[in-house]
């Protein structure tokens, strides 16, 4: 079965970074693209980014992150890694990889979250 | 950005009653050259991954129950819960997904009266 398991919870101090793992499992990886989304406490979901399906893995950030955000992926491990850099207490929220579907348009898999706390 | 808006925030029904969520989107999410509606509904657990119900507005999910569907088209959109079960106890989002920006509803909190 399909399944997209996060790496655990962190802690983090203001201006530092952070970086997720997502690990896929039971579909084959580059057949499908995988996107991050957050929800910090209390707000409504946030889309982050997304990378691409296929040979390249090409990259797409939501404008509120670019310079900030970077996703990367390990095909012969297939994983996904999202950081994050500059982090406030704002970033204080459940990360989330998601995995779209083979329709091109909604996330039919998603992880279990990782909370990242950004506090001082 | 398109925003979506549910109603309500929460609802509490009586298991085996109906539950019915609006979500409300501030423009079209119709393509018509498709015929098609760019919107999902998730059900989101504590503890759990959010999990897909409903794509194209009215397409139920593989492996989820036929007491959920969907309904609607343009700007306004059902999903609606034919007769509550204990274990559907969750928060419910509609999504946008007409332009890449992905747009979330505020969710509606289901409970059991």
């Known amino acids: 079965q399909v399944l997209l398991v996060q790496s655990g919870a962190e802690v983090k101090k203001p201006g530092a970074s952070v970086k997720i793992s997502c690990k896929a499992s039971?579909?084959?990886?580059?057949?499908?693209?995988m996107h991050w989304v957050r929800q910090a406490p209390g707000q409504r979901f946030e889309w982050m980014g997304w990378?691409?399906?296929?040979?390249?893995?090409?990259?797409k950030y939501s404008e509120k992150f670019q310079g900030r955000i970077t996703i990367t992926r390990d095909t012969s491990a297939s994983t996904v890694y999202m950081s994050l850099s500059s982090l406030r207490s704002e970033d204080t929220a459940e990360y989330y990889c998601a995995r779209l579907g083979l329709s091109g348009y909604y996330w039919d898999f998603w992880g279990q979250g990782t909370l990242v706390t950004v506090s001082s | 950005d398109i925003v979506m808006t549910q109603s309500p925030d929460s609802l509490s029904v009586s298991l085996g009653e109906r539950a019915t969520i609006n979500c409300k989107s501030s423009q079209s999410v119709f393509y018509s050259s498709n015929n098609k509606n760019y919107l999902a509904w998730y059900q989101h657990k504590p503890g759990q991954p959010p999990r897909l119900l409903i794509y194209?507005?009215?397409n139920r999910e593989s492996g989820v129950p036929d007491r959920f569907s969907g309904s609607g088209s343009g700007t306004d959109f059902t999903l609606t819960i034919s007769s509550l079960q204990a274990e559907d106890v969750a928060v419910y989002y509609c999504q946008q997904y007409y332009n890449a920006l992905y747009t979330f509803g505020q969710g509606t909190k289901l409970e059991i009266k």
């Open positions: 039971g579909y084959f990886f580059t057949n499908y693209a």
């Open positions: 990378i691409s399906d296929g040979g390249k893995g090409n990259t």
């Open positions: 194209w507005a009215s």
